[in-house]
């Protein structure tokens, strides 16, 4: 079975430039959420989506941050303008109704320079 | 604020002896806890999980133990082998029914097994 799918791997891009990052999550999955790890705060909760709604954004650290998931399969990550702070792992998470343990894709690590 | 901490950020253990990682946490609406493992450029994957009904659960060679009255619980592996040396991240959710899936985690355990 494919698990979490997330594009680019690595992105490196200058200060001020628009980012944009991919997530295909696990066919059948109702939940996705996006995360941002740094050695400071570990793994955050960016925001999540039930059925393609997102219902809590309270993680997204700023209006340069946004997400979208148009359908069940994709979702998108934006950062307009990037900032060197925005360097980070991030990833996308997927999982069932209910309780079930959230499955991960590999993340991308972003360096904004 | 920290609702879930993992305070020691590495251990090291030899090959066949236990593994003890611990966790604590704040917010005491907490009630489903997860483990999950992470490898070098790899996602977390998960590991093994306890509900606050329960003070235990066994997944083989893991085991997690809950103690609700201190907010603290603890993943013990025995025996410990080299492929277990990776970060482990404690998650902490309210609502095991199904009320939510949002989890917050720790800041992760690097365990490194000596052979």
């Known amino acids: 079975d494919a698990g979490v799918i997330q594009s680019p791997r690595h992105e490196v891009t200058e200060m001020g430039q628009e980012v944009t990052l991919r997530c295909k999550p696990i066919s059948g999955h109702d939940y996705l959420f996006w995360y941002r790890q740094t050695m400071m705060r570990g793994l955050e909760l960016l925001i999540y989506f039930n059925n393609n709604v997102p219902i809590d954004d309270s993680g997204m650290p700023e209006d340069r941050f946004s997400a979208k998931m148009p359908n069940a399969s994709f979702s998108t990550l934006k950062i307009q303008p990037s900032e060197p702070r925005d360097s980070a792992v991030y990833f996308c998470a997927s999982s069932n109704r209910g309780n079930q343990p959230q499955h991960f894709g590999d993340g991308t690590r972003l360096s904004i320079l | 604020d920290q609702q879930v901490k993992q305070n020691s950020p590495s251990l090291s253990v030899q090959e066949g002896r236990i593994s003890i990682l611990n966790c604590d946490y704040t917010n005491s609406m907490f009630d489903y806890f997860l483990w999950y493992k992470k490898y070098p450029a790899e996602g977390p994957t998960f590991l093994i999980s306890i509900s606050s009904i329960k003070d235990k659960n066994e997944d083989g060679r893991f085991t997690v133990f809950l103690n609700k009255s201190a907010k603290h619980l603890s993943l013990h592996i025995v025996p410990s082998q080299p492929g277990d040396s990776a970060v482990y991240f404690c998650?902490?959710?309210?609502?095991?029914?199904?009320?939510?899936?949002?989890?917050?985690f720790g800041t992760g355990t690097l365990l490194a097994v000596q052979p």
């Open positions: 998650a902490a959710s309210e609502g095991y029914g199904g009320a939510t899936n949002k989890l917050i």
